[in-house]
Every structure is written in structure tokens, then in C-alpha cells.
């Protein structure tokens, strides 16, 4: 962490809990980031299935805690049967969405320009976007895991101008550690992270890439989670199994507001 950027969290629930669950657990986080001290210390955010969006939008009311949306289309609105536009995302109170998830590049095969095209849509629509990035283990065996990943930044922002931009939290999210268990180790969080903020600066200026924050996901846990936070250049976390429990994400995020207090921010 670092004094100068206030730390995100994110819950990605992926395709998980139904009606009923999705709004218990958006209840029981609540209570439990009251309980731990942290709700409106950092930036917490949840991503719940597009079909509960609603539910766990009014579950949430007045809280902090930000709604987002695990995707959105390419395009503003048309003929694009069974995707949801960015600006139906706004339309039922989400602020944040998640461009890039390794489970959409790899399993769907969603390139960097079609990402690009959804990261800028996006954030015309006002949303601040979580836009991922992440090698495979063989890309990362050959040597080339900082390549990849400066490609995909490239290739993802584009365009963009560094006042649009500005919306954009970067997620470091090694494939090989998203769903197994697997952490990078705090030390190469913090290289690759370190790395990313290079390419910004070069993108953009070292102003820009200064005040980006830049996330870590990949089975970050309840017990890990504070020695990752404690890496000067990780700003916070983008979580999947460990969101489905609200004592475990409330964790998370208490690591994340004791490790940017430690930093020295508030
Ligand atoms: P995980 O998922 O925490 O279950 O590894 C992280 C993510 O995919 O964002």
C-alpha cells in the first residue's frame, strides 16, 4: 500500500448464489465491514450475477460498498442478443465493471481491442472500470509474464485519454492463480505490479501511473492477504471464492485499511 492511494476490494462472485443467497450475503457483508471497522475506510465493491444486480443494489441502499457488474457489451445498445450495455449497468445503480476477467479472455476469447472497446464504453457511460490483466503459467515459465501483460495494457487502453482513464483500476490477476489456490508471492506481486506502473508512466505520465490504482487477485485469502497488502505497490485486491463469505471478504478489507494505515494513509 501506499499513503497516497486509497485501496479497492473487490468481490467478484462470478456465476455464484442464487436470488436469495446473493441478497443474505450483501446483508451479512454489511454488518460484518461495520464490524470490522473498514465500511467507508476503503473502496469496497461486489460484483454480483447480472440477474441480481437489482436485488443486491436495493440490499445494499445507502451503504458505501460500490455495485458493479462483472462485464459489459462492446456497443452502446442494438441487436446484441443476451448482452447487457453499460449504460443498463448505470441504469440500476452500478458504479464499477469489470473489463477482462482471464475467465472472458480465455474462455471466451475476448481480445485486448474488443476490451479496449469495452473499457472505453465503459467509462463514457461513467462507470470507473477494474480492467484485468494476467499471464499463463507458460508464459510466465518462458520468461515472458511482464510482455504479456504490458501488451494486454497497451492494447487495452488504447486510446483512452489519461482524463478518461482516470477511472480505471488496474487488476494484476496471474491465470494461474485465479480459482487454484495458488498465490503469486507477495514479492513478485509486487515486481509485476511495480512493472505495470512502469508502463503507465511510459502510456501516460509518472503522475498517472502514480495515482492508478493497481489491484492483486489470484486466491487471494482471509490469511494471505496481509502480507500482499503490505507490498508498496499493491493497492488492494480483486477477490473471488473468498467474496462468497462475508467474515472472509470483511478480512480482506480490514487487511487492506490496517495496511494503508500502516502506510501512513487514512
Ligand atoms: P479467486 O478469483 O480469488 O477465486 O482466485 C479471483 C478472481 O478471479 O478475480
Redesign the pocket.
Known amino acids: 500500500m501506499h499513503a497516497s492511494r486509497r485501496p479497492f476490494v473487490?468481490g467478484?462472485w462470478?456465476m455464484n448464489t442464487d436470488l436469495a443467497s446473493g441478497a443474505e450475503l450483501a446483508d451479512a457483508l454489511m454488518a460484518a465491514l461495520v464490524a470490522a471497522g473498514s465500511e467507508g475506510v476503503i473502496d469496497a465493491a461486489v460484483y454480483p450475477p447480472f440477474p441480481y444486480l437489482f436485488t443486491v443494489g436495493r440490499t445494499l441502499g445507502h451503504s458505501p460498498i460500490l455495485l458493479g457488474g462483472q462485464d459489459c457489451a462492446a456497443e452502446a445498445s442494438g441487436a446484441f442478443t443476451g448482452q447487457v450495455s453499460a449504460d443498463m449497468l448505470c441504469d440500476i445503480g452500478c458504479r464499477s465493471v469489470?473489463i477482462g476477467?482471464?475467465?472472458r479472455r480465455h474462455g471466451l476469447q475476448e481480445g485486448d481491442e474488443f476490451l479496449h472497446q469495452k473499457l472505453a464504453i465503459a467509462l463514457e457511460s461513467g462507470l470507473q472500470a477494474v480492467l484485468?490483466v494476467g499471464e499463463t503459467l507458460a508464459q510466465r515459465d518462458d520468461g515472458l509474464a511482464e510482455a504479456v501483460v504490458a501488451k494486454q495494457l497497451r492494447g487495452c487502453f488504447g486510446t483512452l485519454t489519461a482524463e478518461t482513464a482516470d477511472r480505471v483500476v488496474v487488476?494484476y490477476?496471474p491465470v494461474w492463480?485465479?480459482?487454484?489456490?495458488r498465490t503469486a508471492t507477495p514479492q513478485d506481486a509486487q515486481a509485476m505490479h511495480a512493472s505495470i506502473r512502469g508502463v503507465l508512466a511510459d502510456l501516460y505520465d509518472s503522475r498517472f501511473a502514480a495515482q492508478t490504482r493497481i489491484i492483486y487477485?489470484?486466491?487471494?485469502?482471509a490469511k494471505n492477504a496481509r502480507a500482499i497488502f503490505a507490498e508498496p505497490d499493491v493497492d488492494g485486491g480483486?477477490?473471488?471464492?473468498?467474496?462468497l463469505k462475508a467474515e472472509d471478504f470483511a478480512s480482506i478489507c480490514r487487511a487492506a485499511a490496517e495496511a494503508w494505515s500502516a502506510a501512513g494513509g487514512h
Not at 492463480?177 to 489456490?181: L, P, R, V, Y
Not at 487477485?217 to 485469502?221: I, M
Not at 480483486?238 to 467474496?243: C, H, N, P, Q, V
Open positions: 473487490g467478484n462470478k469489470i476477467h482471464s475467465e484485468c487488476a490477476e492463480a485465479i480459482g487454484t489456490g487477485g489470484g486466491s487471494v485469502n480483486l477477490i473471488g471464492g473468498a467474496s
